[in-house]
């Protein structure tokens, strides 16, 4: 499957979809596949000032448990709240009701460093 070209991606399997000043964040359908079944998600950086890099937060599969990183500085504003309910929603939907975090971007040069839909694809495919 081809990566959304309205996004932005890191390496770690983040993807961005900017609006305005603020960010939405999330794992790609790639990492979600690796991971298997999301059974947990657990962000407690709400309101957090993170650098690009940092953890976020974890999101926990059957089989593991992986950090989530910032693929930008910024605050983190918001956790999708469905996520504590039905944390599927990432396995269902990662590009839509799958978002993870909503942020305040920092530093809109960051955004340079990420990779397009066509870079993403070479990274996943190759």
């Not at 959304?4 to 979600?32: C, M, S």
């Not at 950090?67 to 269902?92: A, R, Y």
């Not at 799958?98 to 870079?119: F, M, P």
Request: charged fraction near 30%; proline fraction near 3%.
């Amino acid at each position: 499957m081809s990566a959304p070209e309205n996004l932005k991606y890191t390496k770690d399997h983040e993807w961005v979809r900017v609006e305005g000043n603020e960010a939405f964040v999330g794992i790609t359908q790639f990492a979600q596949g690796e991971l298997g079944d999301i059974v947990f998600v657990e962000v407690e950086t709400a309101g957090d000032e993170l650098k690009e890099g940092e953890t976020f937060g974890t999101i926990e599969a059957v089989k593991t448990v992986s950090d989530m990183f910032m693929p930008i500085s910024g605050e983190v504003l918001e956790f999708n709240e469905k996520l504590e309910d039905t944390p599927e929603l990432i396995n269902n939907n990662p590009y839509g009701e799958g978002w993870i975090i909503k942020i305040a971007i920092a530093d809109q040069s960051e955004l340079d460093t990420l990779l397009d839909s066509k870079q993403y694809d070479e990274l996943t495919n190759s």
